[in-house]
């Protein structure tokens, strides 16, 4: 265990990696299996893109001190919680009941064409009908609900990097 957790490259490494998987999978799940993603799942790849983004920059910036270290991991708390948050929303708008489940919305590019960003932003993370339906499930999990499992099992690497962060430091 001792060797995931013995040096920042490594951490952001793998964390660059964890998102490049999730990325995959989302992409093969739109492209290959025409899953057509909903404005919660643009969300969520967002969190997701933005948690490769600091384990990119981390990983090539590699902090040499233990402030800018934390810094990165907490900026990787934000982008999880962001994900979790709303993976959480997506799985409580599948679980409405038909007759409570908000009316869909058109298209993200029509609304991105016809109204304010800001506006189309808290559309997207209030939900809408679209984003109630279950496409694809396995194990009886829909997409949302293992998207936020692996957004909890990343959140419990960056803890546990975050954790050990005074001892990863020291050894320098």
């Not at 992409?27 to 969520?44: A, G, T, V």
């Not at 270290?69 to 982008?79: N, R, V």
């Not at 994900?83 to 929303?89: A, D, K, V, Y």
């Not at 298209?107 to 109630?132: K, Q, S, W």
């Amino acid at each position: 265990m001792d060797f995931l957790f013995n040096s920042p490259k490594r951490i952001f490494g793998i964390l660059f990696i964890i998102c490049f998987g999730m990325m995959a999978v989302a992409l093969f799940m739109e492209h290959f299996l025409s899953l057509k993603p909903c404005m919660l799942c643009y969300m969520q790849r967002g969190a997701v893109l933005i948690l490769g983004l600091i384990a990119a920059l981390g990983y090539l910036i590699n902090p040499k001190s233990l402030k800018a270290y934390k810094g990165f991991l907490i900026a990787c708390f934000a982008a999880l919680f962001s994900g979790i948050g709303l993976s959480l929303r997506q799985l409580y708008l599948q679980s409405l009941p038909p007759e409570l489940v908000p009316s869909c919305a058109p298209d993200v590019d029509y609304l991105l064409d016809t109204l304010p960003f800001l506006e189309v932003l808290m559309m997207a993370i209030t939900g809408d009908g679209n984003c109630a339906e279950v496409l694809w499930s396995f194990m009886g999990i829909s997409i949302p609900g293992w998207l936020l499992i692996g957004f909890l099992i990343t959140l419990l690497f960056v803890t546990k990097s975050f954790l050990s962060a005074k001892e990863i430091h020291s050894h320098k």
